[in-house]
């Protein structure tokens, strides 16, 4: 795969490694995943239309393993939170899917979502990327004020 838009629809990505968790990637993803396409709980998101480059960036400066991205749809990224037990995603149109309505994925992405309103919704200029050398190849870290401040707001907050 070459980029995001070479997934197919159904498709559900890790964007960090899932430490910890039992089964393969690709098992997760596959559960993951039909939680959300069978019975999802759906609603709309209540804030302003999703500005997917700052949104996604935004989500990856959170650095935290069990961010998502799936395609479900053609040409529509959506991009949450998985566990071994739970998953929801925000798509690009705002509605959000999730396993159940008191799913802790959804805590966690209605957190995600209010710290990244919180910081006003950055740009991605206002981000400084990085390589950084690991023992499995490079990292890209995002740094910045808007960064630093999303993180000082801390999850659940």
């Keep these: 795969m ?28 596959r559960t993951a995943l039909e939680r ?10 209540a804030g302003a239309e999703i500005d997917l480059s700052s949104w996604r960036t935004f989500a990856a400066t959170l650095g935290d393993h069990r961010l998502t991205m799936a395609g ?4 529509l990224w959506a991009i949450g939170h ?21 799913s802790p994925s959804l805590t966690a992405l209605r957190s995600w ?3 990244w309103e919180a910081a006003g919704r950055p740009a991605l200029a206002t981000y ?8 499995d190849g490079w990292d890209l870290r995002l740094s910045g004020s808007l960064a630093a401040a999303a993180h000082a707001y801390g999850p659940g907050s």
Excluded: F, W
């Excluded at 559900?12 to 089964?23: R, T």
């Excluded at 959300?36 to 998101?45: C, D, R, S």
């Design 2 to 29: 070459s980029g995001l838009g070479d997934a197919h629809p159904g498709t559900l990505l890790d964007l960090h490694h899932l430490a910890g968790e039992h089964g393969s990637p690709a098992h997760r993803g």
């Design 36 to 45: 959300l396409l069978k019975n999802a709980h759906t609603e709309p998101y």
């Design 72 to 75: 479900l749809s053609p040409d």
């Design 82 to 102: 998985t566990t071994t037990t739970t998953a929801v995603v925000i798509q690009q149109d705002g509605t959000i899917l999730a396993d159940a309505p008191d």
């Design 113 to 115: 979502l209010k710290q």
């Design 128 to 135: 400084t990327p990085a390589l950084v050398p690991t023992s």
